[in-house]
């Protein structure tokens, strides 16, 4: 169900140590487009907005949100304990208006919530398990209540999908990013990576009951969705 190579790294002291590293040299335009699943977020929600945040390991997106919309309260969850706990380092006074859950879905609290994300994981789900995910998601969600998703989604044909991982792998290089590990990293994508098109994306949303699907983020190998449940 869960991808158990690629999720074992979140235990993983080196990695979890310079995770904060990670995701700008990988995902290009990172920061703007945490700053902009605010703004989208925002346009619909109160001030103060309960968020539920799955895939929290970190808490990148959470110090993001937080910081900039001083009334929202979270609830955040991983299943890595580990990077749970660099979650509450990275908040640090920020914590007092998060509440952390060790899990995945099935153990979020039951809402309704008024909004959700769903931030560079959804790719770790094989389709079916991905489809129930974010029908939980919608489930703990009050009528009409935005959800933003972003993950890995690019084309995957036999022709191009080593043309995508190849410019995947340079933007980290040029990015900073240590070319080995870099290759390493590349390898897990293309050998475990539950990775599916922007169509195949876009239909799960819909199947999952959510509608107004809108594309706001496209960066290469990357793609975000915003949703009405």
């Not at 560079?120 to 933003?148: C, D, Q, Y």
């Amino acid at each position: 169900m869960q991808n158990d190579e690629l999720l074992a790294n979140f235990s993983n002291p080196d990695v979890i140590a310079r995770y904060t590293q990670g995701p700008p040299r990988y995902m290009p335009g990172y920061a703007d487009m945490q700053r902009m699943t605010g703004v989208l977020l925002a346009e619909k929600i109160p001030e103060d907005a309960q968020v539920l945040v799955l895939g929290a390991g970190g808490g990148l997106e959470l110090k993001v949100f937080a910081e900039t919309y001083p009334g929202w309260s979270f609830d955040g969850v991983d299943p890595a304990p580990d990077m749970l706990g660099l979650a509450r380092q990275t908040l640090g006074p920020l914590s007092s208006r998060v509440r952390l859950h060790e899990g995945y879905i099935d153990d979020a609290p039951e809402g309704p919530f008024d909004a959700a994300t769903c931030l560079l994981t959804l790719h770790f789900l094989a389709p079916e398990e991905r489809r129930r995910t974010m029908e939980e998601i919608r489930r703990r969600l009050k009528p009409g209540a935005p959800f933003v998703a972003a993950h890995s989604s690019f084309p995957q044909s036999e022709a191009e999908r080593p043309i995508w991982l190849s410019r995947y792998a340079a933007f980290a290089v040029a990015s900073g990013a240590d070319p080995e590990e870099v290759e390493g990293a590349r390898g897990a994508v293309e050998r475990s990576l539950n990775t599916l098109t922007p169509e195949e994306d876009e239909a799960l949303l819909e199947a999952a009951g959510f509608s107004d699907i809108e594309l706001f983020y496209a960066a290469f190998t990357w793609r975000g969705w915003l949703a009405a449940a």
